[in-house]
């Protein structure tokens, strides 16, 4: 382990505290890969996933929270632009892929855990000089936010029933934050917080992303999609292609958060923030339509799909909106599929990237060797090839959703 990481006050597991130390011994030993076995590479991919969720969370929110601070002490200043550097590095890396092989340690965990501790160490620094309140409760809210990965024994659970303070993204143009909870390589599951009094998603359109919206009841609004409106009451899935404006208007006061699930094999899973155009349009120029008709997409009734599975009495998973309904142009398809687990288990290898929430229940993952317990409104990333067992270990029947994207074409499968 460097002196970086050493001197940093940041809790850690000993898988991630063992790792940090295999990379640096073998960047010691010019890299060389001997030594490091298939776990290893696995627990460094999983690590890595937890980071990159960042990109829009901790990471960003600190450099904003990190601007409003005008230090006294020129030398807290000079920490904390390094802190500031170091911040924007990290966001960076996540526009690179996640490796599969033993690159996944020495070169991508490797650079998440230094500079972690590097902006740690930065920030600590800063606030010792300038003994800032404002400054200390920064300092204080970024390491939490990486002590849930660091601390943890690689699988790293989100969940969607808050907003982080600092930890979460205003997208700019729209007004709304966003909660980010897994990121992939090239897609990202995430949460419209809406606390407004209209619970609305203003109108948008992305050029190279796709979407899928989802809606838990309670609920009532109007859920957009080009042209048309559909009035909604219940739990409802809506697949968007690129190019299509969509967005939710809310009826009445109650509050509705939106999940909604991005991706794109052009600008990646981050881009939510980077391709979002506004479509200003008013509620009363759309046609009125029903949720199950074409122009809708293909928009699934979410609670219906969940109730129907949960009648199985076998482990089962299957596609609930195919690829081909976003898939435009290269952009790639996303996939939703359901999943009912009973207590024999289900092991899923997913040949790309697989974002999963838990919609009810509660069971145990297992994953790289590590297990951990997991409840509904969690949420987790499988990295493509790794094997995943679900166990359901509650009374309640035991629901997952999970997106992968894909090329539409088959043959790339």
Known sequence: MNDACKISRLRMHPNYERLADMTCDSHVRGRAPSGISERDISLARLYSHAFRGQVIGAFHATRSALAAIQPQDRLAGAHLLRADELLADLSNRSMDAVGHDVRALISTFHHYCTHVARTVDALDTASDLERSPALRRVRDLFVGHME???????????????????????????????????????????????????????????REGVEIHLGYSPLHGHTVLGDAKAEVTEGYAMPIPPNVRHGYTN??????????????????????????????????????S????????????????????????????????????????GVGGLELSIARVTDRGMELRPDRFCAVSVVRGNGVLEMAGEKIAVTARDHFGIPAGLTAVITDTGREPLVLLDAVLRPADRRFR
């Open 290 to 329: 029903s949720v199950m008709s074409h122009k809708l997409n293909g928009t699934v009734y979410l609670e219906r799909e969940i109730e129907k599975v949960i009648e199985r009495y076998t482990s089962v998973r299957y596609p609930i909106i195919p690829t081909e309904k976003t898939d435009r142009d």
């Open 251 to 288: 009826i009445g006061n109650r509050t509705h958060h939106v999940p909604f699930i991005f991706g794109s094999l052009k600008c990646g899973g981050w881009g939510v923030f980077l391709d979002v155009e506004p479509q200003p349009c008013a509620l009363e120029q759309l046609e009125s």
């Open 148 to 206: 849930t990965i660091t601390a943890g024994n690689s699988l790293h659970l989100t969940r969607d029933t808050a907003a982080p303070e600092q930890g979460s993204f205003i997208v700019p143009n729209l007004g709304i934050t966003i909660v980010p909870l897994v990121y992939g390589d090239h897609h990202s599951w995430n949460l419209a917080w809406l606390d407004g009094e209209r619970s609305d998603v203003p109108y948008h359109m992305h």
